[in-house]
């Protein structure tokens, strides 16, 4: 009965020899290979013959290389542009709203339709604004004309204050000389005062007239622009985004009346991370796609000096050319910028891994034909491939049975045609 456990402990213990010991035979015979004989100890110290020679052990090695499939990658030139996402933007957008209240007496223009600068877009009715600005201009003769009696009177003033200067003078010489009475000079200086304060009047009279006909100025100012604003007048040329005020509707101070928007140069803008806006020149090239795929081309014009405070990015503006209206406001866009040139290389996305520190890298078949591993930091992900930097100017990098080797296990390569990459 003790037979069975016995067999068994000595079966599990020749296992556990091949394993550990005999791994790479048994590895080998798995293989197919015939050539390779599992031995044990014992054996190979009764049998002196089945000693194998340098050049077989270095054959059995050799054939114990695992395979993996390298590529041969060299650094090429990375513009390193500086990638983020944003949205079309028209040049330019205007709410135009009305400014009094009326009634819309002009037909109304349709959302899409070309306009051009000066065009009407609305037309509100005058009332009796015409007749407003009638009076006013009416008052404003009348203020001008007041103003030569306002003038004469400051000059008739001015006489009687010569001629009772001329009297108080007199009546003081012949006062002093005992020839006229005391009565006569306090009647001459009682005439001076009255000559004063006559030309004080006069002069407060001519400023009145200055200031009625300065009232008028600003009554007639305000009839004529209040005329000027019943109608709406298109900016600049751009396309309604909205349709006009519809006819016979009445508008308020504030109401829409419509909205333009100049497409045929468009912006796209863009935030881009504080970490990489220094990298961002006015007057660099920038490329963007669009949703629909379209590829559009432009250059910054604007860099914002003053971060977002919720999301700590800037402001950044493209200019395009959209001469046939194409881009429309609004759109996604994957913006490119390019920036300061670097060399880095272009690898399968399958390629990178981790160590067992958790480090992104590769690894790389080294001249001795043993693995290597090199950390690498990514660039940019594209849909044929990763940019990585942190490799040599040339480096054959494993990108087929990366994960199933480590540092320091023999390898037998065998390599991918770079144009494939």
């Known amino acids: 009965m003790k037979l069975i456990p016995l067999m068994t402990a000595i079966s599990v213990s020749l296992g556990l020899y091949y394993l550990v010991i005999e791994r790479d035979a048994l590895l080998a015979f798995a293989r197919g290979d015939e050539t390779t004989e599992l031995t044990t100890s014992s054996a190979a110290a009764a049998s002196p013959e ?22 041969r990658s060299q650094a090429q030139v990375f513009d390193r542009a500086v990638i983020l996402r944003g949205m079309t933007q028209a040049a ?28 009407v877009l609305c037309q509100l009715d005058p009332g009796t604004r015409p007749a407003a600005l009638l ?28 001629e009772a200067i001329i009297k108080l003078t007199a009546s003081e010489k012949l006062s002093q000389g005992g020839y006229t009475s005391e009565t006569n000079l306090a009647a001459a200086k009682a005439t001076e005062r009255s000559a004063v304060a006559g030309v004080a009047s006069a002069k407060g009279g001519l400023e009145t007239a200055k200031a009625g006909i300065e009232s008028a100025l600003a009554a007639v100012g305000a009839a004529q622009k209040e005329i000027e604003h019943l109608t709406i007048l298109a900016p600049f040329d751009g396309l309604l985004e ?3 005020a519809e006819l016979g509707s009445l508008v308020l101070p ?59 990015t800037f402001e950044v ?16 866009a994957d913006i490119a910028i ?16 981790l160590n067992n520190d958790g ?13 290597g591993f090199t950390p690498v930091e990514l660039l940019r992900d594209e849909a044929d491939g990763v940019w990585v930097d942190g490799l040599p100017e040339q480096a054959e990098v494993i990108i087929t049975g990366q994960d199933f080797v480590t540092t320091g296990v023999a390898v037998t390569p065998s390599y991918k045609n770079e144009a494939s990459q």
């Open 92 to 119: 330019r957008q205007v709410d135009l709203r009305a400014e009094t209240s009326s009634t819309v007496i002009s037909a109304p223009l349709r959302k899409g339709v070309q306009v051009h600068k000066g065009d």
């Open 50 to 71: 089945a000693e194998t020679t340098t050049a077989e052990a270095d054959e059995q090695v050799a054939e114990n290389r695992i395979a993996v499939v390298a590529l």
């Open 359 to 371: 480090q992104l890298g590769v690894r790389t078949v080294e001249a001795d034909m043993t693995v």
């Open 317 to 332: 503006e493209i200019t395009v050319a959209n001469p046939d209206l194409a881009i429309r406001d609004g759109q996604t």
């Open 254 to 312: 504030g109401d829409l009346c419509a909205t333009v928007i100049q497409l045929d140069t468009i912006k796209v803008v863009g935030f881009v991370p504080e970490t990489q806006v220094n990298r961002v020149d006015l007057g660099a090239l920038a490329q963007a796609e669009l949703a629909t795929g379209d590829l559009i081309q432009g250059e910054v014009t604007f860099v914002s000096r003053s971060a977002d405070q919720a999301t700590r």
């Open 338 to 353: 390019a920036a300061a040139g670097a060399t880095a290389h272009k690898l399968p996305q399958s390629a990178l891994t």
């Open 242 to 244: 909205s349709d006009s």
């Open 135 to 162: 009076e006013a201009q009416a008052r404003l003769t009348e203020a001008r004309a007041n103003m030569p009696v306002s003038e004469a009177r400051l000059e008739e003033a001015n006489a009687k204050l010569s």
